[in-house]
């Protein structure tokens, strides 16, 4: 309903003045939508931006598409207000299972998000790229979308060659129940020490990994065999976490089917291209110090190159292209951007991110200094055991652990998605876990509440005429959702859909203060238990859009 209107007054803005961008947004407190285009057409106009907003505002106000809408010249801004009806339909909407969910697209997105490198656990370092990449495919699957969401396997690396050589000559026993990546992290970190200590293994490493690229048969199956084991400890982690990849596309295919040596062979012709005992890129014109190295002097691809022949197989196979990557690889991501657009191929967009750590410092699978994203959910899960156990004393045991483990998984999500990619963030435990704070367990907390007014009242009439201010402003609240969802997609910023969830719940809270629901009576009755119904179902869409889940009791 929001984005009709917007739609709307935006083509009459459009319209009257000839302007190709309306220059709306948010209203604040003062509207629900306002404009700024006076700004934009005083230079043209050689006019004042106040009189140019009055004048629009009479002339607008004429209009038959914004019937129903209060237009005001407030200085040199427009305000637009929406009337009872805009109020009314939105509610209808809003009791709609699926709410929110915007028309289908032919547009085939790809998204990338995790591919860590298969040499131990996923990291609380490493689970801020799941989130993030996990919320926004809900998102777009929300928006309509046609989506992969692929792990990209580095079964070729350093990092893996390191791995094969500790199993082929330390003690490499599985102990008893190790976890598979548990397994692949103590052998590497193992390994190692075991280099620093004798420089000889560095060209033993290397030697594995010529076997490799050569596509050596036993080589090969070594490195797929232990990959494939760190891969299995992996999905066990992601379930955990509610994340879910389509498909794990593997490193080492596009040296097999040729790709890599087809984009080497692109990427010799270009002008930037340097070989002389590397390969590399002369990317300087574009700003780049670095050169960026394609493939060594003993002939062996680099990551670069895979990379290069992974990202033109999905632009050859999808229309839009995302990665989500940390921001250690804004370098060679960038790299990747600039070589894809030389090369005349579609490029990605790629979201970066600061990272996530805890209190106690920062993290290295290399020197086995890392708190494994297991090791995050067990603790969380018996802190909001805890937590819930204080709270709900009366309930069972497994009733506890239950809501427990949905508190749990709210709290590492939330906490987790909550701020901007760009800014780096401590997961604070006591703050992630607040009943009281803006939390995704107090955002739980207010769906519960919701759905515990509902299960009191019973029955009633749904009624959409609202009357009060708290009202009328928590059903604009839940008008907003739908656009979120198209903001997010648009900005490939899902902290948006957090704060929102937030905002919700506050506004939610807010009116459940000052509005009796259940001692209301009549049609006063109705009305508030419809919009309350309305809420829950908009937290309801909110929450599980972000991977949480939706609880009816805490």
């Not at 009202?471 to 490939?492: D, G, Y």
Request: aromatic share 8%.
């Amino acid at each position: 309903m929001l984005h009709d209107m917007y739609v709307a007054i935006g083509n009459a803005i459009k319209e009257t003045t000839g302007a190709t961008d309306a220059l709306l947004t948010d209203g604040g407190e003062h509207a629900d939508l306002a404009s700024t285009i006076a700004f934009a057409l005083a230079k043209q106009k050689k006019q004042a931006p106040l009189k140019i907003a009055r004048d629009l505002a009479e002339v607008l106000a004429k209009n038959q598409a914004l019937r129903g809408i209060t237009i005001e010249a407030d200085g040199p801004y427009l305000n637009f207000t929406f009337g009872s009806a805009y109020v009314s339909e939105t509610l209808r909407e809003a009791l709609q299972p699926g709410y929110g969910n915007l028309p289908k697209k032919s547009t085939r997105v790809v998204l990338e998000h995790t591919s860590a490198n298969p040499n131990g656990p996923l990291h609380v370092g490493h689970i801020r790229n799941s989130i993030i990449g996990d919320t926004l495919a809900r998102v777009f699957r929300k928006a309509g979308y046609p989506l992969e969401v692929q792990y990209y396997v580095n079964d070729m690396g350093r990092q893996i060659a390191i791995v094969v050589w500790g199993f082929d000559n330390l003690d490499s026993a599985q102990q008893e129940g190790e976890k598979e990546d548990a397994h692949i992290a103590r052998v590497y970190i193992e390994a190692n020490r075991e280099i620093e200590k004798d420089e000889g293994i560095t060209r033993q490493v290397n030697i594995l990994m010529q076997l490799v690229e050569n596509g050596d048969a036993a080589t090969v199956k070594k490195f797929r065999r232990e990959v494939s084991r760190c891969l299995e400890g992996f999905k066990v982690t992601l379930k955990d976490l509610n994340v879910a990849h389509d498909r794990f596309v593997w490193e080492s295919d596009f040296i097999r089917n040729g790709n890599t040596e087809r984009i080497i062979n692109k990427l010799k012709r270009l002008p930037q291209a340097r070989d002389d005992e590397t390969l590399a890129l002369d990317l300087s014109e574009f700003g780049f110090g670095n050169k960026y190295v394609i493939r060594r002097s003993d002939g062996t691809s680099v990551y670069a190159a895979r990379d290069l022949a992974f990202h033109a197989w999905k632009g050859a196979n999808f229309d839009r292209i995302i990665d989500v990557l940390g921001a250690d690889h804004k370098l060679i991501g960038s790299q990747l951007q600039c070589t894809m657009k030389l090369l005349g191929e579609k490029v990605p967009e790629i979201v970066f991110f600061e990272f996530v750590s805890l209190p106690e410092g920062s993290m290295s699978t290399r020197a086995g200094k890392f708190v494994s994203a297991d090791d995050l959910t067990t603790e969380i899960r018996k802190r909001a055991f805890e937590e819930v156990t204080v709270r709900r004393p009366e309930l069972d045991e497994e009733t506890r652990r239950t809501i427990a483990r949905s508190v749990g998984l709210a709290a590492i999500r939330y906490d987790i998605v909550k701020v901007s990619p760009e800014k780096s963030t401590v997961f604070n435990w006591k703050e992630a876990l607040d009943f009281e704070r803006q939390s995704g367990p107090y955002i739980q907390y207010a769906h519960a509440r919701a759905c515990s007014i509902l299960e009191k009242a019973g029955s009633f009439s749904e009624c959409f005429e609202l009357e009060t201010d708290q009202e009328i402003a928590l059903a604009k609240m839940i008008a907003r959702f739908p656009m979120v969802i198209e903001s997010v997609v648009t900005e490939l910023r899902p902290h948006i859909l957090a704060c929102y969830a937030r905002e919700l719940a506050d506004t939610f809270n807010t009116f459940y203060h000052f509005e009796p629901v259940l001692k209301s009576e009549g049609k006063i009755r109705d009305r508030r238990l419809t919009l309350v119904k309305a809420v829950q179902n908009t937290l309801k869409e909110s929450l599980q859009t972000l991977g949480i889940d939706a609880i009816h009791t805490m």
